[in-house]
């Protein structure tokens, strides 16, 4: 789509050389299908396909990147209509919100929420301006009467996206009933769960017997032992397959792997049944069932994502009023060599395993991760991740991961979202910063434009689906 | 100042499109005021206003960046003349010395103090060539001379700085004789302290008694408890504040916060004053302290400033025989999302606080920093400090930083400096620095040149007026 | 040498001002003759001077980069030929090896070993085109016939490579019999070892008492005691000083430091010869005997290198069936002010010693060892190191250690490879990438040309010369 609001040349060198290699290998790899294998898409969205409400409801509520920058700056939560769990007011005008919205639209200025907005502004509603004091209510108004329209409904917009395969994350006792309505109703898009048990593992988390009860009932059996709940477990990736599945996700705090013996996880399950599980307990049956997850992706075929390294819910005053997810999630520093030591040393030379690790601490792109993937066969990189998913951040990854690893231990991209409008102009970034590095390579002759065009076209497309099996 | 000696574009991206660009911005900012908020300029200078003795007192004594970089390269502190603290004969002869400084300048090649010698020789003393062995002796002429004349008198050179506003740093007992002496002389400058409590927090430290007894007579109270401590601090800020004082300062080893409770803390404070508190007892007390000193900036509205992460006089050797600040204080690795939880939990969303982080550890930038102050309300990052206030590292710091916390949560730029002459220089160095990577951000279609022009006058000026209250 | 194939420009920024700047720079320097003061090539090869039996077994199967890579893809070590240790079959068809490798040739595209196989095949071999599956077979046909001429002798390629010096590494008890054998030989090149102890300082490895036994023999003393022990040490490197040595080397996975009295030391010792050390002892025991070759430096003049920081034999499957160095070394982090701090405050201000120490962790550049040897007159610094010997390594390197350690605490650059073939590639790299920072800095105007050229000409020549104490 021609625009001069969205310059043909963004994000690429501004070098004339490098700017039109880039320029060459994107046009290679901009309508290549995108492949979304890792996000929080709600699948009600498409299963439903009903209209979006407003643009408040649509853009604001549910991205937590754009209201935790509101929020730095003292904008109340609240104010922002973001729900309360413990019944607090809040706004409920979502044209007042959007003018909130648009007076502080300013702080996003070179942050890559401010780059998304632009993009789904200019290619989804087609407006080309920036949103201001001034047009606030104008631009609220058309993107609402588009809302109104068929060609903006969810599934339009899927195809629209060309989007040929999208993962959503679920718990895993999650009925799926609505990846079963999408596959029942003769719709075509390929929307499909992938199994993340982070609840029924954490077994000192406040909710976890209440987990496990939901987990019962999922398999309709009795969970009161290890041995059964390792058995759930199976059970549930078992249906998450059926259903589509081709991968699993952990959200842990550190990525330190152990086998504990059957008599070892079974005495520490016990105490979670009783309540009495302490920290120690929970990072040790963490650390055992990544070892599991493990052994049974090698078993049953799904590929195994570990995202570590977050502490949730930092602001616990954020945690309390609005619930998780509130932008308030900082991460860690992080370890790798000694803490993957045991998984890799078991699991690592298998190539029925297929490994996904991604980070939050930069400081082990080069030191750790490269290293570890540019040697065993079972680990793969997963790309720069939520904070990191920006310009700079997935130039430091390729920057400092290339070198080791080289491209083909990675496996493209994924944009990890909960904004459905957000997902073309994720990948379109992604394709043009990936084009633009590969083009300082061939442009100081560390390449020829060959390897380049294979490059970049694997990092588009290739590298996601043979990683994520998705043939 | 047109000049071949310092090109108008240095420190430009070479790139043209890049490069003109910043040229645009930084012309729009170069003559702003500037505002020095964070220092260690002795007001003694202001205060009296005496002509400076000659160019290696001036230049070299009081630098420790420059002295360092030569005692690395074999040379003896000694010869450098560095005043010793255990009577130590050291070099008399400063025509001497500055030719050691000279046949070395090689050394500067490529580093800040290069850059900012550079333009001081240039700016201020109108020297268009480069120190060596053979001009050593003339130039050492030439600044002596200039020495002697009213155009360098520190007042003048404040005013031709065009200086808005400049904070030194000052111990909890400090008089501010000074700085009533400069706010008494009739002159219109802006001089003002800052709060630095080190000295009576430090409870291990072998001068504690002695700055404690320092405290007692400067509030003419006897402090013999916790409670007469804090209540000594509270007294101190608010001297402080009445003269001018818009911040206070703590230099750290370790971020770590928590509050004790009024009975441990006392407990503490009495073994201190027993002379028996263990590295623990220490440590736990300025974590209280640091909590303290949050809950006293929300009831006075002194801005609270941390600088943690450097271990002072690694070098035993050279501290026992020159005393504190003398090019040997080391960083380490420092932690910030477990450290500072319990201060930002209790405070963090508290907009009466403004709590400014400074690291000396780069790679907690993107993992920590950004993150933290992209989402707490009473949290702001200082500038890259120190080893990092260099153009490397000021582009590493806007690089890991402004896409996750924007600009916004950023405090503009503070020179941190011993060397009154090099204000401006580093200054212009950071406006330069900062307009060029803005610029590489219009350049690259990320932002128009509407909110380049914007960002570019808050780096140089408006965010750190409003940080520090300036107004 | 002009070609096509190989762009004169490469590496160098697409930015003309730059290039060309860069290119100028690299004029100058790349025909300086090539310092290697430390490495891994073995010494026979130039005591025979026999033919190299053919391209797999030159290329592939000494070089853990490049079979670490093939690895990582699912290619068995042992379809690649590499000698197993526990007699599994290996394949034995080096043509058939060599044609895994053109095969999966791309998987270098954008790593350093891509870059300098493509120079060693091109400036040694004369082919100008790029290995893969239809040539693979012309090309082992005529990398074969090449290898049995005179030409490609070892030594006459030392000649031809411009090699002033080379550094082998070699364990304490070594008789050095090959270098013996070179120098006895009438030829005129200068192949010196490097004495490394780890074999004897690592008191729990499983050969530690069989190396005791091989430092005895060497010796002809009995080592019964930590006494005894030092002599032996002592001893062995006076002898490597008589052959040519002007170095010692130390591998470790923390570079802790710490003076053990001769007491506790004799106490470890004893357990050592026991069989009853613990991994503790281990520890303190190499802290130690850090302290002792600093010391013994400081005595014999021998420059002390440290290389700390890899976890050796991460993956135990392929440590136990091919042995050491198989490219599963995977880096820790690493920390160097606090570990250090006891050896600096010995004899960091003693400019008797040069200490030069290396590091996996580049967090570590900028918060550590740049503060560090931009201070101690002892403390030089390495250059980028193994995983980052590479193009964007080197960048970070400079860019994260110039500005605050300046180039001239820094000793050049080393190859440290066991691939022969590879060193003129790997110095031309790092002229280049050298060359092109300092290019850099000049169209910045940070520098100017004339300071350019020196630092140029002191990172390809004088620096190493210096440090290495090569005069």
Redesign the interface.
């Known amino acids: 789509m021609a625009s001069t609001f969205?310059?043909e040349?963004?994000?690429?060198?501004?070098?004339e050389?490098?700017r039109n290699i880039a320029f060459e290998l994107y046009s290679n790899v901009k309508d290549l299908p995108i492949i979304s294998p890792h996000g929080h898409i709600d699948p009600r969205l498409l299963a439903n396909n009903e209209p979006f409400p407003d643009p408040t409801e649509l853009i604001i509520i549910p991205d937590h990147y754009i209201f935790?920058?509101l929020?730095?700056?003292?904008i109340p939560l609240e104010s922002l209509g973001i729900p309360c769990v413990d019944n607090t007011d809040i706004e409920k005008d979502h044209r007042k919100i959007w003018k909130i919205f648009a007076d502080n639209f300013?702080?996003?200025?070179?942050?890559?929420t401010?780059?998304w907005l632009k993009h789904e502004f200019s290619e989804v509603f087609g407006i080309q301006e920036?949103l201001n004091n001034q047009n606030a209510d104008k631009l609220y108004d058309l993107i609402s009467e588009k809302l109104k329209t068929n060609e903006f409904l969810p599934r339009t917009l899927y195809k629209k996206f060309n989007i040929e395969a999208l993962s959503t994350t679920d718990a895993a006792s999650d009925s799926l009933e609505y990846h079963k309505k999408i596959k029942n109703s003769g719709w075509n898009g390929k929307v499909i769960p992938c199994f993340r048990p982070d609840g029924v593992v954490n077994i000192t988390a406040a909710v976890w017997k209440k987990e496990i009860e939901k987990l019962s009932a999922a398999c309709s059996t009795e969970i009161n032992s290890y041995e059964t709940f390792i058995k759930a477990i199976e059970n549930r990736r078992e249906y998450f397959k059926s259903i589509g599945a081709v991968s699993t996700d952990q959200g842990i705090i550190s990525p330190y792997t152990h086998q504990l013996s059957k008599e070892e996880a079974e005495k520490i399950f016990q105490k979670a049944l009783k309540g009495s599980a302490t920290d120690q307990d929970a990072f040790l049956f963490t650390a055992n069932m990544l070892m599991e997850m493990a052994r049974m992706s090698i078993e049953d075929g799904l590929v195994m994502q570990i995202h570590p390294g977050s502490?949730r819910n930092?602001?616990?005053?954020?945690a309390n009023r609005f619930g998780l997810d509130k932008?308030?999630d900082?991460?860690?520093?992080t370890?790798y060599?000694?803490n993957l030591?045991e998984l890799?040393?078991k699991y690592?030379?298998n190539?029925k395993l297929s490994l996904i690790i991604f980070t939050?601490?930069?400081?082990t792109y080069?030191?750790?991760l490269?290293?570890?993937?540019?040697?065993?066969?079972a680990?793969k990189l997963g790309p720069s991740w939520w904070?990191?998913d920006?310009?700079?951040?997935m130039i430091r990854f390729r920057?400092?991961v290339?070198?080791?690893?080289?491209?083909?231990?990675t496996v493209g991209f994924n944009d990890d979202t909960r904004a459905f409008l957000s997902i073309p102009a994720r990948h379109d970034l992604s394709r043009r910063v990936d084009s633009n590095f590969?083009a300082?390579?061939v442009?100081?002759?560390?390449?020829?434009f060959e390897?380049a065009n294979?490059?970049s076209k694997a990092l588009a497309y290739g590298l996601v689906k043979k990683a994520y099996k998705l043939n």
């Open positions: 969205l310059n040349y963004r994000f690429f060198d501004p070098n050389k490098v935790r920058m929020y730095s700056q003292g300013y702080l996003f200025s070179g942050t890559p401010g780059v920036k502490m930092h602001n616990q005053i954020i932008g308030a900082i991460p860690l520093p370890e060599t000694k030591w890799l040393n690592g030379n190539d939050l601490d930069e400081s080069s030191r750790e490269a290293p570890l993937a540019g040697h065993y066969p680990m904070f990191h920006s310009i700079e951040g920057q400092q290339t070198e080791t690893a080289g491209i083909y231990n590969i300082g390579l442009a100081k002759h560390i390449i020829d390897e294979q490059m």
